[in-house]
């Protein structure tokens, strides 16, 4: 059978209210409730929820970019969390992440090329005569050409940088990817560009992939498990046995509902036929 | 007789000392109580030219052509004239809520600001109408959350802010250019339903610029397509959605397609031609599927392809043949289309 490469077990965070005039930490409404599911290799897993549902939460716990406050992220059978900050380091190569803003999350002074060498370096996962051929090898992965590796971040549209986000995440040669809202502040038709790679990349690396977002019907296009999110408690997992038509929640009915779709708008259209044009 | 609501007539606007143009011969027409959608991609022009519409233009920009607000001309305004006409002539709302507040300002003094810098009324009254105006867009319990502060709402809430600022002095046209782009979805649909009946029960004219054809499908009446500068498509957003006569249209249509019997989720190949390298012909031609020699013959005129519904395209009637869903050549069905 194959194991999980990755179970979550009961992870929850709270964020105490700081300074002179904050509460007692222990009456903090937690950002993330006690949480737990697994992903399998090779898996597209999403998690889906509105702004505030704790989505974003429970994607940095896993990645260990805030400490949950209980549970275990268990990796290759070892606890990420019971680890220290210097043992943590040399497993952050192992689960990489991409950010919704593809704007803030390049460095604008360095050029392409050296963004994607540092993390192959920092990491030691290639030597500096190779490094150039890695990058356009990586580069190509993600179709870019590769004399963008010449080219500052300002040089690129937002879903060609956000593809270089995803090069960078692939320098580390990660097992698990996580995937923040990466399509969220992208025009439609380049969403699905970018969607389209990564279910490559899925398919090429037998990569592992969390996709976090709002759009539940983009969500459940790429991804046959889908976890959904409400006030910072998972609700439902649709997907599987149970397709996203038959959601119980409604929570999850009203997701669905609240994405403006063409076919929606045709029957809104037809069931009023004049429509009054001026 | 004056022409009422927002009329854009040949308007064109190049930077870079006029080498790279960025809207070409734009006409656009958004009758008073009419819905029109402008959609495009990053980079077609589309916001550029609604900020046009209020007069807010880069200095460096040259511009040419005619932009009337019920009759008024507004490239012609003074500045004073120009503030007058903004709020209560024409207002707009931006993407980013937050940035486009005083973050300093309690939100019901902020739109009694509004109120009180196009009519003189006292701060009393002023403010009472704040309460009511926080009321009709929505926000539960105005007249305790008049007294918070920009930081203390919501993203979707500070869109609703927005939006009562906007109607503060009673405008006669609203643009709203990306109004729900940074919200989640569930923020959108109640935010895109007020704007609707806003409009509606106002009978102020509403030009929603968006990327998404969804959403400009769900709440307006007319829809105007925009690619590397030009309209390209415009018609009854029926017309538009359902019989498109652009391949760039029905582009946009297939990449709102999620059906889980496709492998990839289409999209148009390739992207679009940078300022200054915007070939005389079909601008589109080198992503079409159904490019011929003709398309790259020269400039491609807006055509009549039904009642009130034009296209640039000079391959109209072999559009039908394209597929909607998958935005692939059909095979074998040329002989549908007439």
């Known amino acids: ?278 | 007789m004056t022409e009422l609501g927002l009329n854009i007539e040949n308007l064109s606007i190049a930077f870079d000392r006029g080498r790279k143009e960025a809207i070409s011969g734009l006409d656009l027409k958004v009758l008073p109580s009419q819905a029109l959608g402008l959609v495009g991609e990053s980079g077609s022009g589309k916001s550029l030219a609604s900020r046009a519409a209020l007069g807010l233009l880069p200095r460096k920009a040259r511009v040419t052509g005619r932009i009337t607000l019920d009759g008024q001309s507004v490239l012609e305004l003074s500045p004073a004239q120009l503030r007058r006409i903004r709020g209560s002539g024409i207002a707009m709302i931006f993407q980013d809520p937050m940035s486009s507040l005083n973050p300093v300002v309690r939100v019901g003094e902020a739109i009694a600001q509004v109120i009180r810098s196009h009519e003189s009324v006292a701060q009393g009254v002023a403010l009472e109408r704040a309460v009511a105006l926080m009321a009709r867009v929505g926000i539960r319990d105005p007249e305790t959350r008049m007294r918070s502060f920009p930081h203390e709402f919501s993203g979707g809430m500070r869109q609703r802010i927005m939006i009562a600022m906007a109607l503060a002095a009673r405008p006669r046209m609203l643009l709203a250019d990306e109004p729900t782009t940074a919200l989640d979805v569930i923020v959108q649909d109640g935010i895109l339903k007020l704007l609707d009946q806003l409009r509606r029960d106002e009978g102020m004219g509403l030009l929603l610029v968006s990327h998404d054809l969804a959403v400009v499908g769900s709440v307006c009446d007319r829809i105007a397509v925009m690619y590397a500068g030009q309209i390209v498509e415009e018609g009854p957003a029926m017309d538009v959605l359902m019989r498109s006569r652009m391949p760039y249209t029905v582009g946009l249509h297939a990449s709102t397609q999620r059906s889980k019997t496709l492998k990839r989720l289409p999209s148009i190949p390739g992207a679009p031609p940078p300022l200054g390298e915007r070939p005389a012909s079909c601008r589109f031609a080198a992503r079409c599927p159904l490019v011929a020699p003709q398309c790259l013959a020269g400039p491609v005129p807006l055509v009549s392809v039904g009642s009130d519904h034009m296209a640039r395209c000079v391959r109209t009637a072999e559009v039908a043949n394209l597929d909607r869903a998958t935005f692939t050549v059909r095979e074998r069905e040329a002989a549908h289309n007439g």
């Open chain 1, 1 to 278: 059978m194959v194991e999980p490469i990755l179970r979550v077990e009961g992870v929850s965070k709270s964020y105490a209210r700081r300074g002179l005039l904050a509460r007692d930490a222990t009456t903090a409404r937690p950002a993330l409730s006690p949480a737990s599911f697994e992903l399998m290799p090779g898996e597209i897993l999403g998690i889906v929820g509105e702004s505030g549902s704790g989505k974003t939460t429970l994607a940095r716990c896993i990645a260990l970019l805030e400490r949950p406050d209980t549970g275990r992220v268990m990796f290759r059978g070892e606890d990420l969390v019971a680890l220290n900050e210097r043992e943590l380091r040399k497993r952050r190569r192992a689960i990489q992440t991409v950010f919704q803003d593809p704007y803030a999350s390049l460095n604008p002074r360095l050029k392409v090329g050296d963004a994607l060498a540092e993390v192959m370096l920092v990491h030691r996962l290639a030597e500096r005569r190779h490094v150039r051929g890695r990058v356009a090898e990586l580069l190509d992965q993600v179709g870019l050409p590769s004399r963008a590796a010449h080219d500052y971040p300002a040089a690129f549209s937002g879903g060609q940088r956000q593809r270089i986000c995803i090069a960078r995440a692939l320098a580390a040669q990660p097992d698990i990817l996580i995937a923040d809202e990466p399509v969220s502040s992208l025009d439609v038709s380049v969403q699905a560009q970018v969607v389209n790679l990564l279910l490559d990349l899925r398919d090429r690396l037998q990569l592992s992939v969390i996709f976090i977002g709002h759009d539940l019907h983009l969500i459940d296009f790429l991804a046959p498990r889908v976890i959904v999110m409400l006030a910072g408690e998972i609700v439902e997992t649709v997907g599987g046995d149970v397709p996203i038509t038959d959601a119980r929640h409604p929570y999850t009915r009203a997701l669905m509902d609240a994405v403006p779709s063409l076919e929606k708008v045709a029957a809104r259209q037809s069931s009023t036929p004049e429509s009054p044009s001026r």
